[in-house]
Nanobody, 125 residues
């Protein structure tokens, strides 16, 4: 009932920046929180950041604090992730996620029931 489409990924040099966006459509009024996760080849999916739709409370993984900023526009149903000072270890497929459930740990993948197909971010050294 909720569809998510990511955009903004690409190739950047170390030290560069990117802004990822995720547009939600469908029964968007039911969304409680949205998030970004990433997964590098051979590694587990990793939490990056999340935001509560109403109120705007944010969460960040320790590894990206100071490097990433998440924001949401409830009117356009769009969540963005601004990334700066990118490093090769940031290379991964970045996934947008949304949940219609409250009362969960919004840093955990299992809290989310809708996922986009991902957008590739590659950081060269």
């Amino acid at each position: 009932q909720v569809q998510l489409v990511e955009s903004g990924g690409g190739l950047v040099q170390a030290g560069g920046s990117l802004r990822l966006s995720c547009s939600a459509s469908g029964v968007t009024f039911s969304i409680v929180a949205m998030a970004w996760f990433r997964q590098a080849p051979g590694k587990e999916r990793e939490f990056v950041s999340s935001i509560i739709r109403h109120g705007g409370r944010t969460y960040y993984a320790d590894s990206v604090k100071g490097q990433c900023t998440i924001s949401i526009n409830s009117g356009t149903n769009t969540v963005s992730l601004q990334m700066i000072s990118l490093k090769p270890e940031d290379t991964a497929v970045y996934y947008c996620a949304a949940t219609v459930y409250g009362g969960y740990d919004f840093e955990k993948a299992e809290a989310y029931n809708y996922w986009g197909l991902g957008t590739q971010v590659t950081v060269s050294s």
